[in-house]
């Protein structure tokens, strides 16, 4: 019996093992869903694998969370999560007003409402074809709206011109203007009023370059260097005064110029004897000529220019003429220094310009026709502006005229009053806040020369 009672336990007992290990565990940690949540997540997969890309079914959230089906497209912005439960991706919209989601969204680039549920990539592809002709179709639009509205607030020059043909009056180019001053100047039945009205205003239009070039293609420049022959004074000095805004910084001009005879012309008008107005725009029209021109610097110098101008500064009540002319002439010689300069550091002078300049013979010619002393009296001058322009020269003839100056005891005081003058006005200007005003850089100019001539 007692081993009856033993085999029964053993066959009950093993009973309870296979039980026990055909039976599913179950854990705290443990989801009952799990298996059935990973088994959706493949068939979810497999399925979107299989799915057409080009065909997209968009799905329209609410603000309640809804079950989303495999191959349905998720608008932007909105809410998904992944229900542990049964396995299924749920989708609602972001929790804020439809106002700022619509803002948001469209700052963003998101897409817009779609009423359709599928989109091929074709049906994509033709609605951004028609958006882009209806862009330009509007485009088109804008322009013919701003064509007309131009169109209504300007005619055009056809009509204005039947109009004021009705009216008697012409619409004329400046060469027209010019072609008309010209043939007012050189007739003969023209009065000196008519004729100096006619300069006056050719003067306005050669200052632009391409009006004085104009002049010169229909020999208007000449029929004016020949006005300088004139009996009048006011009519040389109106056609000096034409001449001179037309050579301003205009080579082509510049050269005829000089072919027609005009620096003759304005030479000897400044050597006779002239109202001061009329030689007041010579010198202007000969300044214009001589700058940056150094062929007309060389036809100066051997015309025998710079004795002119010494006549003309040495006479009595053209004080005003000597301070321009002091001044043309640091200008003639500053040029010259720095186009040797720009040549020798940069090459980018012409060799030909070069060479020109080089001819230029003019701080030899100053020195023996007496400049060094002629720039060292205009010094007492009382003007504070024309006594700065008298300093530069005096600084630019420096090399030149050193032992002139020295050999001077009369520039020597007068540097010393100055220097005693303009350091009261430079302390005048320190008590100002003005570290570095007007009277001290005069005063720096009077101390260098000084320091110089010791």
């Excluded at 180019?173 to 023209?190: A, Y």
Aim: glycine residues 6%; contains cysteine.
């Amino acid at each position: 019996m007692a081993l009856l009672g033993m085999l029964l336990g053993l066959l009950m007992a093993s009973c309870f093992t296979f039980c026990l290990s055909h039976q599913k565990p179950e854990f705290a940690l443990t989801s009952p869903e799990k298996s059935s949540t990973k088994e959706a997540e493949r068939r979810e997969t497999t399925a979107e694998e299989e799915l057409d890309p080009e065909v997209l079914e968009v799905f329209h959230p609410t603000h309640e969370w809804q079950a989303l089906r495999p191959g349905q497209a998720v608008p932007a912005g909105s809410h998904v999560r992944l229900n542990l439960q049964t396995g299924a991706r749920e989708v609602k919209l972001q929790e804020e007003d439809k106002f700022r989601s619509n803002l948001k969204g469209l700052k963003k680039g998101r897409r817009l409402d779609i009423n359709t549920n599928t989109y091929t990539s074709q049906d994509l592809k033709s609605a951004l074809a028609k958006f882009k002709e209806g862009a330009e179709v509007e485009s088109s639009k804008e322009d013919k709206e701003r064509q007309a509205k131009v169109k209504r607030l300007f005619r055009p020059i056809e009509e204005l011109k039947k109009d004021f043909e009705e009216l008697n009056v012409v619409i004329e180019t400046d060469m027209q203007i010019m072609v008309r001053l010209i043939n007012k100047f050189n007739s003969s039945s023209s009065s000196l009023e008519e004729k100096i009205a006619a300069l006056f205003d050719l003067e306005y239009y050669v200052h632009q370059m391409d009006n004085a070039q104009d002049l010169l293609s229909f020999g208007g420049l000449q029929v004016v260097i020949n006005g300088l022959n004139s009996t009048e004074p006011l009519v040389k000095e109106y056609a000096a005064f034409v001449l001179g805004a037309a050579f301003s910084s205009n080579p082509k001009v510049q050269v005829e110029a000089i072919e027609g005879g005009a620096l003759q012309k304005l030479l000897v008008i400044l050597a006779t004897e002239q109202p001061l107005p009329a030689k007041k725009k010579v010198l202007f029209a000969l300044c214009s000529l001589l700058r940056h021109f150094p062929y007309a610097q060389q036809q100066f110098l051997k015309l025998g220019g710079l004795q002119v101008l010494r006549s003309l500064v040495q006479a009595k009540g053209t004080e005003v003429l000597a301070v321009r002319v002091v001044t043309l002439l640091y200008d003639l010689v500053t040029e010259k220094m720095f186009a040797e300069e720009e040549a020798e550091l940069t090459w980018e002078t012409s060799p030909e310009k070069l060479q020109q300049y080089r001819q230029v013979h003019l701080l030899p010619g100053l020195r023996e026709q007496g400049w060094c002393e002629i720039t060292a009296h205009l010094l007492a001058v009382p003007e504070h502006d024309a006594r700065e322009k008298v300093l530069q020269t005096l600084g630019a003839l420096l090399a030149t005229c050193r032992d002139r100056y020295r050999q001077d005891p009369q520039l020597s005081r007068t540097l010393v009053s100055l220097q005693a003058e303009y350091q009261a006005l430079a302390a005048l200007e320190l008590q100002d806040g003005e570290d570095e005003g007007y009277f001290r850089e005069l005063l720096g100019s009077i101390n260098s020369l000084l320091k110089e001539l010791r």
